[in-house]
């Protein structure tokens, strides 16, 4: 059993013991001491029951580039939760349950569109660039160039949200962060700018309906 299913099946147990029914509700707590002593999970996992985190892979470095960073906390934005960079585990997505499980998938969505966008780039518009290091860090402005695009049409969208008191006792509780500095990767000067520039026009045209849009929207529902 996963953690997420066993405090998904704790959260059910604990609704269960508000019923009217006294062995019901008895039950219900039983079931549910018993489940924190078989797992050791203490009484700060319980009160912090609402709260939860998902996992998923981005470039697992543990330093991340800048356009991976502003991209988990873009999805981080539109979806309310906080992006933790876990290094080779991925990435992080805090907050209250569902949301989590949402931004995950929309980070990987949106992530792999964009690796597949940067393939492609650098197969057509950087084909002539001669050195593996300065096409790697032109195709890293391209990258920058969309993830600010997407950023700028989430923030246009959804207003930042504020952390709540139980998501920052969460993090507190189940992680030891530290200030997160991303490298910088992108080539600079003019060429890159167009490079840049050419990444924010493709960026502009991403859809953002099945990847963050629809998903907000029933949260919102």
């Known amino acids: 059993m996963t953690r997420q299913e066993l405090l998904a099946k704790i959260r059910k147990c ?14 219900a707590l039983a079931t549910v ?13 319980v009160d912090l029951i609402d709260a939860g985190e998902s996992r998923v892979k981005g470039s697992g470095a543990w330093t991340p580039t800048q356009w991976e960073t502003l991209l988990a906390t873009t999805v981080a934005r539109a979806i309310p939760t906080t992006a933790i960079s876990c290094g080779d585990s991925g990435w992080a997505f805090v907050g209250l349950s569902p949301n989590p499980e ?10 792999r569109q964009l690796k597949r966008a ?8 950087l084909k002539r660039v001669k050195t593996a290091r300065r096409k790697t860090a032109r195709a890293d402005a391209y990258c920058e160039g969309w993830v600010i695009a997407v950023h700028h049409k989430i923030a246009a969208l959804y207003p930042q949200a504020e952390m709540s008191d ?22 600079s000067g003019g060429v890159a700018e167009n490079d840049r520039d050419r990444g924010w026009d493709a960026g502009r045209k991403v859809e953002l309906n099945h990847a963050v849009g629809s998903t907000r929207q029933e949260l919102l529902a």
């Open 14 to 27: 604990l609704a269960m013991s508000k019923s009217a029914n006294e062995h019901e509700a008895a039950a």
């Open 33 to 45: 001491r018993r489940l924190m002593d078989q797992y050791g999970l203490d009484q700060a996992d």
């Open 102 to 111: 949402i931004a995950s998938y929309a980070f990987g969505t949106l992530y």
């Open 118 to 125: 940067r393939t492609a780039y650098m197969a057509t518009a």
């Open 166 to 187: 139980i998501v920052r006792a969460y993090i507190a509780h189940r992680f030891k962060t530290v200030a997160l500095s991303p490298r910088s990767t992108a080539a």
